[in-house]
T-cell receptor, first 115, second 118 residues
Framework: KAGVTQTPRYLIKTRGQQVTLSCSPISGHRSVSWYQQTPGQGLQFLFEYFSETQRNKGNFPGRFSGRQFSNSRSEMNVSTLELGDSALYLC??????????????FGSGTRLTVV | AQTVTQSQPEMSVQEAETVTLSCTYDTSESDYYLFWYKQPPSRQMILVIRQEAYKQQNATENRFSVNFQKAAKSFSLKISDSQLGDAAMYFCAYRSGRSGGSNYKLTFGKGTLLTVNP
């Protein structure tokens, strides 16, 4: 069974640009979550989608957005990039709301560097 | 809001010995889930072990076991017979058992960097 796939693995962008990151969950998983990981702030929750609906959003500015498609694949977008957006962005999938105890399966992340 | 605290930024252990990583959390809920994740240099977060709060019995997965003290809100991870491949950053995480938008997330501690010495 294929794991959670995140593309691209690495990305370098310039301040002011926008970026789109992609996440394909494990087949059959309908919930996708996104997390930002930085040395200073640690792991912070960005948003969670289930069946194309955003169910929860973390405390991030509106420049951070996301969506989920009918095949459960998810994208997140960051507009008007700032230096502070440099981070590892992790995607996690889970079967759905009734099987939380199984935990979340993470991808290897996208390392975004803003210069 | 729930918080998760890992008080040991770094730990080291000799190969084949046992090490315990600490985690405490703060919540007013009675239904929740706790997890330990491992993040090696490859960056991928790997689920090590999970615990459901309503279960009294401590979870065990091969060399990994937890000491879950619900009243004390403590959830420590014990690694027995440590191996070089255990070297990684370890994160403790909390997930509410409730339904509803704000509950659909993991709250992580800051992590403990484990070094295994040969």
């Amino acid at each position: 069974k294929a794991g959670v796939t995140q593309t691209p693995r690495y990305l370098i962008k310039t301040r002011g640009q926008q970026v789109t990151l992609s996440c394909s969950p494990i087949s059959g998983h309908r919930s996708v979550s996104w997390y930002q990981q930085t040395p200073g702030q640690g792991l912070q929750f960005l948003f969670e989608y289930f069946s194309e609906t955003q169910r929860n959003k973390g405390n991030f500015p509106g420049r951070f957005s996301g969506r989920q498609f009918s095949n459960s694949r998810s994208e997140m977008n960051v507009s008007t990039l700032e230096l502070g957006d440099s981070a590892l962005y992790l995607c996690a999938s889970s079967p759905g709301p009734d099987r939380t105890s199984y935990g979340y399966t993470f991808g290897s992340g996208t390392r975004l560097t803003v210069v | 809001a729930q918080t998760v605290t890992q008080s040991q930024p770094e730990m080291s252990v000799q190969e084949a010995e046992t090490v315990t990583l600490s985690c405490t959390y703060d919540t007013s809920e009675s239904d929740y889930y706790l997890f330990w994740y491992k993040q090696p240099p490859s960056r991928q977060m790997i689920l090590v072990i999970r615990q459901e709060a309503y279960k009294q019995q401590n979870a065990t997965e091969n060399r990994f076991s937890v000491n879950f003290q619900k009243a004390a809100k403590s959830f420590s991870l014990k690694i027995s017979d440590s191996q070089l491949g255990d070297a990684a950053m370890y994160f403790c995480a909390y997930r509410s058992g409730r339904s509803g938008g704000s509950n659909y997330k993991l709250t992580f501690g800051k992590g403990t960097l484990l070094t295994v010495n040969p």
